[in-house]
Nanobody, 119 residues
Framework: VQLQASGGGLVQPGGSLRLSCAAS????????MAWYRQAPRKQRELVAS???????DYADSVKGRFTISRDNAKNTVLLQMNSLAPEDTAVYYC??????????????WGQGTQVTVSS
């Protein structure tokens, strides 16, 4: 299984970015998709998650600014980030929990994409 993340970059405070993460490989179904982030010298934290049925959850620090969505047909999860602030600077990782082609429950992490918010 591979997770290909894209969309990171440098943006000014108040700007927007959209992250995308596409899953491919021996996947029967994806149950849960999420974005985490890790800032320098800090622990990795959950940013947002979404279930197969579309139930979402957000860290308090991003509520009202970030929106997570998914395209089940394309095994893709998106993170729309608006009103970005310097404290959003981090490496963002996608994470999925899925059933593989043998129906075993597994999870996998993407390689991370850097988001830098700076003037």
């Amino acid at each position: 299984v591979q997770l290909q993340a894209s969309g990171g970059g440098l943006v000014q405070p108040g700007g927007s970015l959209r992250l995308s993460c596409a899953a491919s490989g021996s996947i029967f179904s994806i149950n849960y998709m999420a974005w985490y982030r890790q800032a320098p010298r800090k622990q990795r934290e959950l940013v947002a998650s979404i279930t197969t049925g579309g139930t979402t959850d957000y860290a308090d620090s991003v509520k009202g600014r970030f929106t997570i969505s998914r395209d089940n047909a394309k095994n893709t999860v998106l993170l729309q980030m608006n009103s970005l602030a310097p404290e959003d600077t981090a490496v963002y990782y996608c994470h999925v929990e899925f059933l593989d082609s043998s129906r075993y429950q597994r999870d996998h992490w993407g390689q991370g994409t850097q988001v830098t918010v700076s003037s």
